[in-house]
Structure formats: structure tokens, C-alpha cells
């Protein structure tokens, strides 16, 4: 039986390991977040509030695509295991880490898509396109997230901090927007 100290050890080395993901994450992130101010996007014709919601909840059915996918990818689990029981116990093992990926996607997407409704109300025109890049940053990084925590757990960090770490950004800048501006924008 392992000691408390080797497992503290093996704590620590994890951590590091979650930690050094997560820092690369926010690097790229930074990496993104310089090419949305420089780069020039084509910026679309969004004049009104209604065409700017109109537009960002159009974006978001590629991000809810991310929640379909883990549906289909836990269902051909099921379907192809003793999985395909849901009470069976013994089925548990296949899907269980899919239905954490799927858990953690719904949950994201719940912050994601209202943060990126509310934010769109505080976006002007000519930055709209931050949607885009938003919707396609969150559908890449739920691939990375899906593809680490296949590989080992502890790698599902990277594709974690891509994904809440933006979306956190838009929270507090819309919080930001709201005790700034009020609720008369």
C-alpha cells in the first residue's frame, strides 16, 4: 500500500501536470485574443439590437453541435457494450468517462450560450465578429477537452481552460458592462 507521502508526491506531480496544461492554454488564449484586436475580420452588417441576437443565436447551433456529438458519442457506447443497459452496473465502465465529457459540455454550454446572448447586447457593429470566433474557439476546445480526457484525464485541462476561460472573460465583461452602464445601453 502506498504511504501518504507517495501520494502526495503523485498529488503534486498530477497537479503540476493539470497546471502546465492550463498554462498553455491561457498562452494560446492570449495568442487568439491578439489576432481578434489586429486581425482584420470582415465585420458583418448587424445595425440593430434584434440582428445582433438574431446572429449570435444562429452562431451558437455550431457550438450546441458539441452537446450533440457527446450524445451520439455515449449512445454508440451504450449501444455497443453492456452499456446499452443503463442499470446494468457492469456497463458503467464504458461510458463513464464519455458521460463526463457530455456532463461537463452541457454545463459549459449553458455558460457559454447565455454569456454570449448577453454579450452580444453590449456589442457594438464592428465587433460582432467576436461571436464567430467565440463560438469556434468553444467547438474546437471541447474537441481538445474530448480528445485529452481520452488520452488520460489529467490531460483534459488544456481543452477545459480553453473552453471556461473565455467564457468566464465575457461573464465578467458583461458584469463589467452592467454595473458600468446600467441597464440602459
Same mark, same amino acid.
Given at each position: ?39 482584420? !475580420?470582415?465585420?458583418?452588417? &448587424?445595425? +440593430?439590437? /434584434? ?5 449570435? =443565436?444562429?452562431? %451558437?447551433? $455550431?457550438? *450546441? ?48 450560450? !447565455?454569456?454570449?446572448?448577453? &454579450?452580444? +447586447?453590449? /456589442? ?5 465578429? =467576436?461571436?464567430? %470566433?467565440? $463560438?469556434? *474557439? ?48
Amino acid at each position: 500500500m502506498a504511504s501518504d507521502t507517495d501520494r502526495q508526491k503523485k498529488q503534486s506531480q498530477d497537479q503540476k501536470k493539470v497546471l502546465t496544461n492550463i498554462f498553455s492554454a491561457c498562452v494560446l488564449l492570449f495568442c487568439v485574443g491578439v489576432i481578434a484586436a489586429y486581425y482584420p !475580420f470582415p465585420k458583418p452588417r &448587424l445595425p +440593430t439590437l /434584434l440582428d445582433r441576437l438574431v446572429f449570435t =443565436l444562429r452562431w %451558437l447551433i $455550431v457550438s *450546441l453541435f458539441t452537446v450533440f456529438a457527446g450524445v451520439i458519442w455515449v449512445g454508440n457506447m451504450r449501444y455497443s457494450t453492456s452499456a446499452i443497459n443503463p442499470l446494468d452496473p457492469s456497463g458503467k465502465k464504458y461510458v463513464e468517462m464519455r458521460s463526463r465529457y457530455l456532463q461537463n459540455t452541457v454545463e459549459q454550454f449553458l455558460l457559454h450560450s !447565455f454569456s454570449l446572448v448577453v &454579450l452580444s +447586447t453590449y /456589442l457594438s457593429e464592428e465587433n460582432m465578429h =467576436l461571436v464567430p %470566433l467565440l $463560438v469556434v *474557439l468553444f467547438s474546437i476546445a471541447r474537441l481538445l477537452f474530448a480528445v485529452g480526457y481520452s488520452i488520460d484525464p489529467l490531460r483534459r485541462g488544456f481543452g477545459f481552460a480553453m473552453t471556461f476561460l473565455p467564457t468566464a472573460m465575457v461573464i465578467y465583461y458583461c458584469l463589467y458592462c452592467l454595473f458600468m452602464f446600467g441597464l440602459e445601453v
